[in-house]
């Protein structure tokens, strides 16, 4: 389990990330955003590329899921804090990191 205290800390740890208010979550972001976290804290959703959502839904459809509108086939996923440990959760972020990192094109 990774409680939302673990997945702001590891986030804040990722190099350049500051944290800000979006709509009724809290966004984490680099040059763009990469993740925000729910209110509750219980899910949060990572961006990731669509073959990345694809994998990590596939290899642990208990924890992630395509976010259910046009952001999830951009690549959007939902994880579920309470099905995922800490090693995963840090991989997903360090994914969603980058793509926040990236220039825009």
Not at 15 to 29: I, N, S, Y
Not at 54 to 75: K, M, S
Request: with cysteine; charged share 30%; hydrophobic share 45%.
């Amino acid at each position: 389990m990774a409680p939302a205290k673990e997945f702001e800390a590891i986030a804040m740890s990722l190099e350049g990330t500051v944290q800000a208010p979006h709509l009724d979550r809290t966004a984490f972001k680099v040059k763009r955003i990469y993740a925000t976290l729910a209110a509750d804290g219980k899910s949060a959703n990572l961006k990731f590329l669509p073959d990345e959502q694809e994998l990590r839904c596939l290899t642990h459809p208990q924890a992630f899921a395509a976010v259910d509108n046009a952001w999830g086939r951009q690549g959007w996923t939902m994880v579920d804090l309470a099905k995922v440990d800490a090693r995963e959760l840090r991989a997903a972020l360090e994914t969603a990191w980058r793509h926040g990192a990236a220039k825009k094109r």
